[in-house]
């Protein structure tokens, strides 16, 4: 058996050659690792240094104890009874002599003495200190007498785990002496060799004994330590050592054939992660495709692939052939549970044919295109009776038929293939798929209310200063719109500036896999990311910024280079939003409750979008700032149904002006069908309104005959909602007259062509003018219907490229919220 073939193998399978399993272990453990963590080869025993900051352990403070401290004054179990049994001040105690029970055994200070010392006050053995009595010596005059001799000891204990030696003829230490006659006092006979080797040592601080466990146990131990280690988790010693106990108590091939069953949380735990980490450790792609379930951390990725829902062989061996191939095109955090969710469709495929085959669907060479048909009626079957949604019904259907068409594409209806013999017409065509569900009018975001109650609650989730980077983090999701995965990832130099000295935010976008986008943000939030890197910085001034991260979780993070988790977040992000009073929503004049199942960490990511959405912001601009590439991935982010587009279309309709700001409706009125769509097909958009040239209109608005001179020509109009339009391109044509007229360098008649004309900017603002006279003469209640309209108008407006102008600056829109 090669060593490729072994590193894959299960923990609770010795195999025969256990030898090259060893070899492929040991190599796997650093030298440099075995130092740092005491590993004394000779006698097989870890011996924790104490300064170490994951194996280590602090001591009791207490001067002359020596013991492991916990807590937060950091002693020993009996020195903090003594303290408090006592009246003393702890600097006042700390400094007392303290004659503590010595669980490592301590040679006699003759030189060269083979035994060991009776007690810590005596510090002789047991012969020596009768000759010390018998000559009434001082300890120092004894030691220093020349007809003081050395004696031989009787040699080490045979428990083969203790690391003390023999007080005396017997075979055992003192301690292991009492065991055994114990032992020895019970019913059942016990044989003594066996004891001798599963029996555990005598526990000292700090020594780790891994004698009489198998070689293979002992450097998956080892491996285990190391790579728990190098990732930043402490290791308990007392739930070490008592792992190692069981695991010799057991006489263990392999950590796998110690049960995880009944053991206390602390050895579980490490037990669970020695594990794990030794399994990783030798993960292989080949010997992981020979599975039915896959540790998809064999192909650069985590979690897990199951097959084993797939009953029939032919369909699994299948889809595994087809996650292989898959697999390595995906990225980021999510490509198992993507391969996951196509395979769901198989699985349910895998179910229709066990149902309604005689033969449990396990032949290929019998299937046809009835099969199929009875695979899309149990679909409709499963949705109808609430199973399944529409759109898994659809995922399910798509899926199945883009990995049957891979499937054939690698040429595994081949003879001698997995799906040899499949007939051609055992596939799904592209008619066969149901409708997608359009799903890009459902309400994502969280009503106004909503969010103002959130935003007001926010010091709820962090009352007593334990879970600030949680808040931080929910924060940042509200403010910036990313999505939570980028947010919990930020680096510590996450935050930078723009040309203009503006703050930006410095993020990955792990899903499309693209690295170091810009984000403007608001000035408070690029505060509230500055105070974060204050506080990190000064709980880690030891480690390099570009390892530093800005949100460093608690746990298993000594020097900050690890982030807080995402399911982290999540999870107290419910239980914050769970425990707050009900959300109630204003809808027309009722008032209903709001569900709290709807409001999640991504919600936010749609509230943003909304809420640039409101505020007029081009689609091309909300692209970007979502960092999207298509235009149609934004429009799912935020909502306008028919109806209100079409009620903001007639409200603004009744605020239209000409060229010379004259008003062209006198009254709000329903605009009919026919009228809408004749006003659809004789005029086009243009920058600042409608046009209704018929060449321009031909043309799409692209071929403007006076170039856009859009106010010098009858055939414009315009409405309310292209106000800020009109004022930016004021503001364009005023800073384009002063940067022409300061130009020394060109010609006359060149500055003439491109300066902008008196009457076109007259014209501009006797057109502002009018409109913002008319929206003065209404009332309040009316001027913020007519707002509310321009935003729904301008959100669904087209964008146009034909005529270049200045983008206005976006605005900064961060909901309040105390501090």
Not at 152 to 160: A, E, I, K, M
Not at 277 to 294: F, G, I, M, N, Q
């Amino acid at each position: 058996m090669t060593a490729t073939a072994l590193r894959g193998l299960p923990l609770d399978v010795v195999p025969e050659d256990a030898t090259e399993l060893l070899d492929r272990v040991t190599s796997l453990i650093g030298k440099t690792f075995l130092y740092e963590a005491g590993w004394d080869a000779g006698q097989e025993v870890l011996r924790l240094p104490t300064e170490h900051r994951l194996l280590g352990r602090p001591l009791c403070r207490v001067d002359t104890c020596g013991k492991h401290g916990v807590g937060l004054l950091q002693l020993c179990d009996s020195c903090k009874n003594r303290f408090a049994a006592s009246t003393l001040t702890f600097d006042a105690f700390r400094v007392l002599p303290r004659q503590a029970r010595n669980t490592q055994q301590v040679m006699c200070p003759v030189e060269g003495c083979g035994l060991p010392q009776m007690t810590a006050p005596v510090k002789l053995c047991r012969v020596h200190h009768y000759q010390r009595t018998r000559c009434k010596l001082a300890l120092e005059d004894f030691l220093a007498h020349p007809d003081t001799r050395p004696l031989p000891g009787f040699g080490p204990c045979l428990v083969v785990a203790c690391l003390r030696v023999r007080e005396g003829a017997g075979p055992y230490c003192t301690p292991h002496l009492n065991r055994w006659a114990k032992v020895r006092r019970q019913e059942v006979p016990v044989d003594e060799e066996h004891w001798r080797a599963t029996s555990p040592g005598i526990a000292q601080e700090g020594v780790i004994s891994l004698r009489g466990l198998a070689p293979l146990v002992v450097a998956q131990i080892l491996l285990g330590l190391q790579m728990r280690t190098r990732e930043g988790t402490k290791t308990n010693e007392d739930a070490l050592r008592i792992v190692c106990d069981l695991l010799r108590q057991q006489q263990a091939g392999t950590i796998g054939d110690l049960s995880e069953h009944g053991l206390p949380k602390p050895q579980f735990n490490l037990l669970r992660m020695l594990r794990t980490y030794v399994h990783r450790a030798l993960l292989d792609p080949e010997t992981e495709r020979s599975k039915t379930r896959w540790d998809t951390r064999a192909f650069g990725h985590a979690g897990i692939l199951d097959f084993t829902r797939i009953t029939q062989p032919w369909l699994r061996q299948g889809a595994m052939r087809w996650a292989a191939d898959n697999l390595p095109k995906r990225r980021g955090k999510g490509a198992t549970s993507q391969v996951r969710m196509q395979l769901d469709g198989l699985v349910l495929l895998s179910a229709s044919l066990r149902a309604h085959r005689p033969d449990r669907g396990e032949v290929p060479v019998g299937l046809g295109r009835v099969d199929l048909e009875n695979f899309l009626a149990r679909l409709v079957f499963l949705q109808d009776r609430g199973d399944i949604s529409a759109y898994m019904r659809y995922r399910a259907c798509r899926s199945v038929r883009a990995v049957l068409t891979r499937m054939r594409v690698l040429g595994l209806t081949r003879p001698g293939g997995p799906l040899a013999g499949l007939p051609d017409d055992f596939h799904l065509l592209r008619d066969d798929l149901p409708p997608e569900p359009d799903r890009r009018d459902e309400e994502r975001d969280l009503p106004q209310e909503v969010m103002r109650q959130l935003c007001a609650n926010l010091p709820a989730i962090d009352p007593d200063g334990t879970s600030r980077q949680t808040r931080i983090a929910i924060e940042l999701m509200i403010d910036t719109g990313r999505r939570p995965d980028e947010i919990c990832a930020l680096p510590w130099e996450c935050l930078s500036t723009d040309r203009d000295g503006k703050p930006v935010l410095v993020y990955n976008n792990y899903k499309e896999h693209r690295f170091g986008r810009r984000l403007p943000i608001a000035q408070a939030t690029a505060d509230l990311i500055a105070d974060q890197q204050r506080l990190t910085r000064g709980r880690y001034p030891d480690t390099a910024l570009s390892h530093l991260r800005l949100l460093p979780t608690r746990i298993r993070n000594p020097d900050g280079s690890r982030s807080i988790l995402e399911s982290g977040v999540a999870a107290h992000h419910r239980q914050w939003v769970d425990a707050m009073p009900p959300f109630m929503v204003h809808i027309g004049d009722t008032t209903i409750e709001f569900d709290k199942a709807r409001i999640v960490p991504y919600a936010y990511r749609h509230c943003y979008a909304q809420r640039h959405a409101d505020a007029g912001v081009p689609g091309e601009v909300l692209r970007e700032l979502l960092d999207h590439e298509s235009y149609d991935a934004v429009q799912a982010y935020y909502r306008v149904t028919e109806q209100r587009r079409r009620q903001a279309v007639e409200r603004v309709t009744a605020m239209q002006f000409d060229r010379h700001g004259q008003r062209t409706w006198r009254e709000a009125v329903q605009i009919l069908a026919a009228d809408r769509v004749r006003l659809g097909v004789e005029q086009t958009a243009v920058p600042f309104g409608r046009c209704s040239e018929p060449s321009n209109v031909q043309a799409g608005g692209g071929a403007c005959p006076i170039r856009y001179r859009c106010v010098g020509c009858d055939h414009f109009t315009t409405d309310v909602s292209y106000l800020p339009d009109l004022n930016a391109y004021l503001d364009d044509l005023l800073r384009n007259r002063e940067r022409v007229l300061s130009m020394a360098e060109a010609d006359d008649w060149a500055k003439a062509e491109a300066l902008p004309s008196d009457e076109e900017i007259s014209r501009i603002r006797r057109l502002i003018g009018r409109v913002k006279q008319d929206l003065s003469s209404l009332s309040a209640e009316e001027r913020e219907q007519i707002e509310h309209a321009c935003a729904t108008v301008r959100k669904t407006r087209p964008t146009l490229l034909g005529m270049p102008r200045v983008r206005p600056p976006l605005p900064e829109l961060r909901p309040e919220r105390p501090r």
